[in-house]
């Protein structure tokens, strides 16, 4: 059995051949090749990191509370060898959410086909990798252009090294915008009442919405006899992503891709991730790992695609991420009249009536083909839940049936 000095070489060693490896792959850009690859490179990384994390564990003693003269020689080495396994483990696991991510991607933007045989990633093999064919679908979702540029070897910091002072700048801001605190919001209140029933005083804790009529909604549960006191608000805030592994792969790939424009592409593709997918879908896709499924506050990294607008206001992108998110709750077991349309083309529906955007902007802002938008726009305005969403339904009625024949027909289709 290897000691762990020894598993922490090996590690280091096999990270450095991987990063040597993934360099020359990406210049073919051949993406069976790499999801080939990718798959065989985390099935090895995650048995190193179940090995390593057994004997290392989460936490390292530190030395900075020791004094000078204190400090034996013999321990400080103790020490220096436990941060050097520590650091081993750091590497490791940013490397593990690197391939992770660069598969999620692979699997959202292509679908592969063994001659006319629909196979996943999982079906590849050394065999058959040069006969598989990947198409691209027709929605991106994320930015395929990143994947030259993710940490799969787990240097973050050394691979920036490389780049020039713009890079490393616009590195800086990603990530700051990434580990940004959302702004705190008030979503309800929390409050206890004390009420009589089968002549028992009882108590019971419930929340409710922040804008409620707190004393009538408490009159029709418990009558008139009971009294009440807030115990606190209900409150959101935190960051978009809580996986530091993610925010550096994010920050370092977008940052090389584009210098200048990488926070503002990575904002974008955060925004079309949220309106493309549905929750069920964001919990299983695993393309920003850690990344909350849905937002309740504003995030500036939203606005960054939308500030050159005219009349932009900030948390613009922000609110219609909340609202949509809030539409899809809404939409829960009302949808077997468009079982038909996409999630993705759903989102774009949502957009498309909750802003000002016409159509064009709307496929433009998501990547999505107009065509289709339009036609889903149809079966939304024909199932009627464009009048249970929406207060102002003045942007649907150019996809409402003309004829008389028809308007009755919907009437009677609609009850």
């Not at 990384?45 to 030395?63: H, Y």
């Not at 299983?284 to 009349?311: Q, W």
Request: glycine share 6%; charged share 30%; with cysteine.
């Amino acid at each position: 059995m290897t000691t762990t000095e020894e598993l922490v070489a090996q590690v280091n060693k096999i990270l450095d051949d991987i990063g040597i490896d993934m360099d020359g792959l990406f210049e073919t850009f051949d993406i069976p090749s790499i999801s080939h690859r990718l798959r065989e490179n985390l099935s090895l990384l995650q048995e190193l990191e179940e090995d390593l994390s057994r004997r290392v564990g989460e936490t390292t003693p530190a030395v900075r509370g020791m004094g000078k003269r204190d400090r034996d020689p013999h321990i400080q080495w103790i020490y220096k060898k436990k941060r050097n396994r520590v650091l081993a483990l750091e590497r490791l696991r940013a490397a593990i959410t690197a391939h992770k991510m660069a598969l999620a991607l692979i699997s959202a933007n292509y679908t592969f086909f063994l001659g006319k045989k629909p196979v996943t990633l999982k079906e590849l093999t050394r065999e058959n990798v040069e006969d598989v064919e990947a198409v691209p679908r027709n929605v991106q979702i994320g930015r395929v252009e990143v994947l030259p540029y993710m940490a799969y070897s787990g240097d973050v910091l050394r691979l920036l090294a490389r780049e020039n002072i713009a890079v490393r700048e616009s590195f800086k801001f990603i990530k700051g915008k990434l580990r940004e605190k959302g702004t705190v919001r008030t979503r309800g209140l929390r409050i206890e009442v004390e009420y009589w029933e089968n002549n028992r005083l009882k108590k019971s804790r419930l929340d409710l919405p922040a804008d409620s009529d707190i004393e009538g909604e408490l009159r029709k549960r418990y009558g008139r006899r009971f009294r009440w006191r807030v115990l606190s608000f209900v409150k959101t805030k935190g960051v978009l992503i809580n996986n530091h592994y993610t925010v550096d792969n994010l920050s370092l790939a977008y940052s090389v891709l584009d210098p200048e424009k990488g926070a503002e592409k990575l904002g974008l593709d955060l925004f079309r991730y949220y309106f493309l997918t549905s929750e069920n879908e964001r919990e299983g896709l695993g393309l920003y790992p850690d990344i909350k499924l849905c937002i309740d506050c504003h995030y500036s990294i939203f606005d960054l695609p939308f500030r050159n607008e005219p009349g932009f206001r900030t948390g613009h992108g922000s609110m219609l991420i909340i609202r949509k998110c809030e539409m899809e709750s809404a939409l829960v077991g009302k949808r077997k009249d468009i079982t038909n349309v996409p999630n993705y083309l759903l989102g774009a529906v949502l957009l498309y009536g909750m802003s000002e955007y016409s159509e064009d902007k709307v496929a433009e802002l998501l990547g999505v083909p107009r065509d289709e938008l339009e036609e889903a726009i149809r079966k939304f305005v024909i199932s009627g839940l464009h009048k249970t969403l929406f207060a102002d339904t003045k942007k649907f009625e150019k996809f409402m049936p003309k004829s008389d024949k028809a308007k009755q027909f919907l009437a009677l289709l609609q009850g």
